[in-house]
């Protein structure tokens, strides 16, 4: 029960702004859904009718603050799940992006082409890997006491020689490129995992270094908000990579796209946004609907920690995952047809 206190307030607040701009986006999300032609009524509602949105933004972001601390509540439990979901479809996006630069490279077109540069993205990629695996031990487990996190960095080591190994087997053969870059994701995310632990951690350095507020934590922090609105805009725009069946005719040729038809999914385009605004809000809390975070702070809180060590997991098992199923499910059609 919040009795009027500080700390409790401090958080509602955050999801009362959050639910305002999660009923926007949702809105927007529905109305907006299915829309397949460019000059179609909803198209010009998607990018046009500015006025209308600059009147029903504000509006819905007043409505939660005139509802019962009950509501908001069970809304903050709810953005656990919305803001899960956006991590998930951030990870599937990037995925999917590093798939796709790896088959341009190498294409039949491009292969020799783009040989070296393949080599040399890899080769820097996998280097700055390990400098940050050597920084987080330096930093992060000073000594032996410090097991969990001696853990977190010894594992995301193991992932990235599980993912170079299952990537360069001769069924798979998808080359150096997705498990450098992969490994550059899945590094980032154990630091960003490591530098969320509280300030108060005698393993953390680097948050005890930087426990006082001055202007380069205010640059961290505004530079990190930043960041969460790019992540979410190019997410948002990258619909295609979740279309696992093309559209085909009745001969089962695939469909090429007329001019008029839209670039991306407008619906899927504000679905991310609204469960950007629950994981915009899960960050400023620390994931801790009961505590609200530091001034200046962001996603800092064990649970905070341990939301990004599973997305880092989660993000290897869906990795591997696009690199075996395609032999499994060939192997299955073959059983099924010797059958």
Known sequence: ????????????????????????????????????????????????????????????????????????????????????????????????????????????????????????LATTSYTVCIVGLILMYIWYAPDSSCLLNIFFITWTLFLLQLMTSIALHPKVNAGYLTPALMGLYVVFICWCAIRSEPVGESCNRKAAES??????????????????????????????????KKDTNNQGEEVEEEEDDVP??????????????MYFAMLLIGWNTHHPMKKWTIDVGWTSTWVRIVNEWL???????????????????????ET
């Not at 591997?320 to 073959?334: D, E, N, T």
């Open 1 to 120: 029960n919040c009795k009027g206190g500080e700390n409790c307030l401090g958080t509602e607040g955050v999801l009362r702004v959050s639910l305002g701009c999660f009923l926007f986006y949702f809105v927007m999300f529905l109305s907006t859904l299915g829309t397949s032609k460019t000059h179609s009524s909803r198209d010009r509602w998607h990018s046009g009718w500015w006025s209308a949105k600059l009147i029903m933004w504000p509006s819905l972001t007043i409505i939660p603050f005139l509802l019962p601390s009950t509501i908001i509540r069970l809304y903050g439990e709810i953005a656990h799940f919305g803001a899960g979901v956006f991590l998930l479809i951030q990870l599937i996006s990037v995925i999917s992006f590093i798939t796709w630069l790896n088959e341009c490279y190498q294409s039949k077109k491009d292969a020799e082409r783009c040989h070296v540069h393949v080599m040399l």
């Open 211 to 244: 426990n006082r507020t001055d202007w380069l934590t205010i640059i961290s922090f505004v530079v990190a908000l930043l960041a969460m609105v790019i992540a979410t805009f190019s997410t948002g725009i990258d619909s295609q990579c979740f279309q696992f």
């Open 264 to 277: 991306y999914g407008y619906g899927f385009f504000h679905f991310v946004f609204a469960t950007g605004a």
């Open 315 to 337: 993000a290897v098992c869906v990795y591997i995952w696009m690199l075996v199923a395609p032999i499994i499910l060939k192997s299955k059609r073959q059983m099924t047809t």
